[in-house]
C-alpha cells in the first residue's frame, strides 16, 4: 500500500504529516542554504489545527523564552504559549489532538527567524497540509494503543497524580467507578477496543467465547468474564506460573490471579477452565469470539496484559481482526492448548508452530499484508530468523520496544549491529528487570532510567510526576522497520522477541507489511522514545536544575543555536530531520555514533548453570507489577514476539521470498546454538564451540557479552568434552 503521508513544499520549507491512531507527526525542513546565523537564524516553528468542522487553533507551547518564571508564579500557574510566540524548537512534533483524528485536519506550519539579539522574530515561509484520518483504513483490521504516560506532565496537569486503585491489598472485584475518568484517558483507544470486543461478545448471546490470560486483575475484566462463564459460553486458559499461583516471596501476599481464577471457575465450571504454563508461562493474552457453530468470527490480541497496570500504566497495544481465517488460527491454538493441558510438547508438534500463517497475502480493503507465528516453537529461528534478517537489511530506520535480553537470540544482536550503522536512524528501549534502556539515536544506551517519573530536581516549567512504580512502563513489544522507505514492516504482539520465550511461552507474533500500520507503529514509538529519553537525560541531574527556555541569539552560555546540530553531516540529527521530512540523504551522509550498550550488557543473562535454566529462566514475561497500589510495584514484565513469514512446507514466506527463513540462519543458527548449549549432539560439540568462538572473534567490539561467553567456553573446553557423556545422559 501506498505510503500514508501528506507533504507541501513552498520557499525551501518541507513539511510532511504522517496520520497515526489519534497522533499526528508533523516533519519541518528548511533547505541547508534557507537557514544560518546571520540573517536566517531559525526560531522554530509555529503550528495551527484545524479540523474541516471547526474553527482554526494554534498548538502552544510548554517551554517559551522566559516561560514567566519568577517567585510569584509557579508551575501549576504559568500559562503555556502560543507557538507563533514560543516557536517549536524541534523538526518533528507530535500532536495529539484533544477532540481526536476522526476526520480530516489541515495543518499550517510556518517558520520563524530571529530578527537579531533576543526573542524578537519575523515570519518566514509557510505550508498548509491536509491530512486525511487512516486508522480506519482496513474494514477488518485495527490497531489500538494505551496512551502509556501515566508518569507524565499530561498526567499530572489533568488528574493532580491520583492513583489509580484503592489503598490496600489487591482484589479483583474492587469497585473501578471512581477511576472511570482516569481509566478511559490511560487506556485510550486500547481499552475502548478491548472493551467493545467483550460488549459485542457479551451481546451475541448465541456466541461462544475463548480468552487466553496472563495477568489479570482489571475488575470488570474480571466480571464480564464470569458473566458469559455463567451463561455456559465461555473457556478460559489462565497461566498459573509461580507469579500467579504462589506467595510473594518478600510479602507473602497470594496473588490476585488466584482469586480472580477461583472466580471464573466458579462461573464457568471447572471442565470450561485450564491453569498451565507450557514451558514457562501462559504468554497470550486473547479474546477469540466464536460463532455458535464454533466456527471463529474474530480475534484481539496483542501486548496489553488484561490488568490495571497492564491497560492504565503501561505502554501496550491491541490488535483487532475481523477476519475468520485469522482468528481460526488462534481458536486452533486456544484448542490444541486447551486438550493438551498447556503443555509444550503436543503444542511444538502441531503444525500450527511450525511456521508463519499468512493471513492475508496482500493488502487489500479488508485487512494489510499479515502473517501470524503462534508458539511455543520447536526452533525459534522459524519466527526470529527472519525478523532478524529484516533488521539487519533496514535503508532506512529501525524503531524498536523489547524485552529482557536475558532471553538469548539474534534480535537484540541484530538491533545492536544496526545501531552502528551510520546512514540508518535506530531508536529504540530495552526493558529490564534493572530498568528502562534508551537507545538515543546515535546509538547510545549507557544510562538506565530506572522507570523514574520526574520526582526529583524537576527543572520549571515541568512539575512532579506520578510514579509509577519499578515495573515495566513501556511494555509493547514491536520493531519496526524502514517507516517510511519501499518495504515498510511491522513485528508485534505477545512475544518478547528472545529464543527462550519463543521455544518456552504461549506467544504471539504478527508481521504487518504494511505502510499506514508501520506509520502508526513508528509515531507510537516516537512519541514514546521521545518521552522517555528526557527523563533518561534527567537521570544524571543531582541539583535542581534551573528554568528549561528556548534558545534564542544572546542567551547566556548558549553560543550555539539549537538547530546546528541538525546541519551537521556528521551529527545523527541531520539523519533525524531528513529521514522524517522525506528527503533523500546527501551523497556520503556517515553520522558519527556511539553504540555504547553498556546498561544492556549489565542487566544481560545470569551464568548458566545448565540447559534448563538458560531456555526456562530467561525464557519470558514477569510479572509486571503493582503491590498494592498504581505507586507500589515490584518485579518485571517480559513478553516475547515472534516475526512472520509462511509455513514452513517450502511455500513462499510471508516477505515472498522462498529463502526468508534461510536467509539468517547462520547466525541464527549460532545464536541458537549457544541458547541451547550443551548440543544433543555431543560428537558435534567441539565444532560449534570453535565457530562460536571464531563468530565472537569477529564481532568483539560489538558484543563483548558474547566475547567473554566465548573466553568463558575456551578455559571450560576441558571440562566440557571430559563430561559430555554425562551430560547428555542427563537430557
Known amino acids: 500500500m501506498e505510503a500514508t503521508r501528506f507533504a507541501a513544499d513552498n520557499a525551501g520549507l518541507h513539511v510532511v504529516v504522517y496520520p497515526g491512531d489519534n497522533k499526528i507527526l508533523i516533519a519541518m525542513s528548511l533547505d541547508d542554504d534557507a537557514v544560518n546565523g546571520v540573517d536566517k537564524n531559525l526560531a522554530g516553528f509555529a503550528i495551527w489545527r484545524k479540523y474541516d468542522s471547526k474553527p482554526e487553533e494554534i498548538l502552544r507551547n510548554r517551554i517559551g523564552f522566559d516561560n514567566g518564571v ?8 504559568r500559562e503555556w504559549t502560543d507557538s507563533d510566540k514560543a516557536p517549536f524548537q524541534k523538526f518533528r512534533w507530535i500532536d495529539v489532538p484533544t477532540d481526536g483524528f476522526d476526520e480530516p485536519i489541515t495543518y499550517r506550519v510556518q517558520a520563524l527567524f530571529f530578527s537579531g539579539q533576543g526573542f524578537a522574530t519575523r515570519p518566514g515561509p509557510e505550508v498548509t497540509v491536509r491530512a486525511a484520518p487512516v486508522k480506519q483504513l482496513f474494514t477488518k483490521f485495527r490497531p489500538a494503543f494505551t496512551r502509556g504516560y501515566i508518569a507524565s506532565q499530561a498526567y499530572a496537569d489533568k488528574f493532580q497524580n491520583k492513583d489509580i486503585r484503592p489503598a490496600g491489598a489487591k482484589t479483583p472485584d474492587f469497585d473501578t467507578k471512581p477511576f472511570e475518568a482516569q481509566y478511559a484517558w490511560l487506556g485510550a483507544d486500547a481499552r475502548a477496543q478491548l472493551f467493545d470486543f467483550i460488549a459485542d461478545c457479551e451481546h451475541d448471546g448465541s456466541a461462544k467465547v475463548d480468552v487466553f490470560a496472563y495477568d489479570l486483575d482489571e475488575p470488570d475484566i474480571i466480571a464480564a468474564i464470569c458473566r458469559m462463564g455463567k451463561q455456559g459460553r465461555l473457556r478460559a486458559i489462565l497461566d498459573d506460573a509461580d507469579l500467579h499461583s504462589k506467595p510473594d516471596k518478600k510479602t507473602g501476599a497470594m496473588p490476585v490471579e488466584v482469586d480472580a481464577a477461583k472466580m471464573i471457575i466458579a462461573a464457568a465450571g471447572e471442565h470450561n477452565v485450564r491453569q498451565g504454563h507450557f514451558a514457562r508461562y501462559q504468554h497470550n493474552k486473547v479474546f477469540i469470539k466464536r460463532h455458535a457453530n464454533g466456527n471463529a468470527e474474530r480475534v484481539i490480541f496483542g501486548s496489553m496484559n488484561f490488568s490495571v497496570r497492564g491497560i492504565y500504566v503501561q505502554a501496550n497495544n491491541v490488535v483487532v481482526v475481523d477476519d475468520p481465517g485469522t482468528a481460526a488460527m488462534f481458536a486452533k491454538a486456544f484448542d490444541d492448548a486447551f486438550t493438551n493441558d498447556v503443555k509444550a510438547p503436543p503444542f511444538q508438534k502441531d503444525p500450527i508452530s511450525q511456521g508463519y500463517m499468512v493471513c492475508s497475502a496482500t493488502a487489500t480493503a479488508a485487512l494489510p499484508e499479515l502473517s501470524l507465528g503462534l508458539s511455543p516453537h520447536k526452533d525459534f529461528t522459524v519466527s526470529l530468523g527472519p525478523m532478524s534478517d529484516r533488521i539487519r537489511k533496514a535503508t532506512s530506520s529501525v524503531f524498536f520496544a523489547v524485552m529482557e535480553p536475558t532471553g538469548q537470540g539474534p534480535v537484540l544482536a541484530s538491533l545492536r549491529t544496526i545501531a552502528a550503522q551510520p546512514t540508518v536512524f535506530s531508536y529504540g528501549t530495552v526493558e529490564t528487570d534493572k530498568g528502562l534502556a534508551v537507545q538515543s539515536p546515535d546509538g547510545e544506551m549507557g544510562i538506565m532510567t530506572s522507570f523514574a517519573a520526574l520526582t526529583k530536581n524537576v527543572p520549571e516549567p515541568f512539575k512532579k510526576e506520578f510514579n509509577g512504580g519499578p515495573g515495566m512502563h513501556i511494555h509493547d513489544k514491536f520493531v519496526v522497520v524502514d517507516f517510511n522507505a519501499e518495504n ?28 499506514a500500520v508501520a506509520n502508526m507503529f513508528a509515531i507510537e514509538a516516537v512519541a514514546l522514545f521521545d518521552h522517555y529519553h528526557f527523563r533518561k537525560v534527567m537521570q544524571t541531574v543531582t541539583v535542581k536544575e534551573p528554568p528549561l527556555t528556548l534558545w534564542y541569539p544572546g542567551k547566556p552560555n548558549a553560543p ?39 546498561a544492556i550488557d549489565a542487566a544481560g543473562p545470569p551464568k548458566k548453570t545448565s540447559a534448563k535454566s ?14 498494592t497500589s498504581g505507586t507500589k510495584t515490584s518485579g518485571a514484565d517480559t513478553s516475547g514476539d515472534k516475526a512472520s513469514g509462511k509455513t ?10 522462498k529463502a526468508a527463513a534461510k536467509k539468517p540462519s ?56 571430559a563430561t559430555k557423556k554425562a551430560k547428555t545422559r542427563k537430557r
Open 560 to 598: 550555539d543555536p539549537w538547530w546546528k546540530a541538525y546541519y551537521d553531516p556528521k551529527r545523527i540529527q541531520m539523519r533525524d530531520r531528513y529521514l522524517f521530512s522525506g528527503l533523500p540523504l546527501p551523497p556520503g551522509l556517515a553520522a558519527t555514533k556511539n553504540v555504547d550498550w553498556s
Open 488 to 515: 515498510p514492516t511491522v513485528f508485534t504482539g505477545s512475544s518478547n522477541l528472545a529464543a527462550g520465550g519463543e521455544q518456552a511461552n504461549g506467544d504471539s507474533l504478527a508481521m504487518i507489511e504494511d505502510a
Open 70 to 77: 519568577n517567585a510569584a508564579t509557579t508551575a501549576e500557574t
Open 666 to 721: 547462520s547466525k541464527a543458527s549460532s545464536a541458537k546454538k549457544s541458547a541451547k548449549k550443551p548440543a544433543k549432539k555431543p560428537t558435534k560439540k567441539p565444532a560449534a564451540k570453535k565457530a562460536g568462538k571464531k563468530s565472537a572473534s569477529k564481532k568483539a567490539r560489538k558484543t563483548p557479552a558474547i566475547q567473554k561467553s566465548a573466553k568463558k567456553k575456551t578455559s571450560a573446553r576441558k571440562q566440557a568434552v
Open 648 to 657: 514452513s512446507s517450502g511455500k513462499k514466506t510471508a516477505s515472498g521470498k
Open 614 to 627: 538458560s531456555g526456562d529462566k530467561s525464557s519470558g514475561d514477569k510479572r509486571s507489577g503493582d503491590k
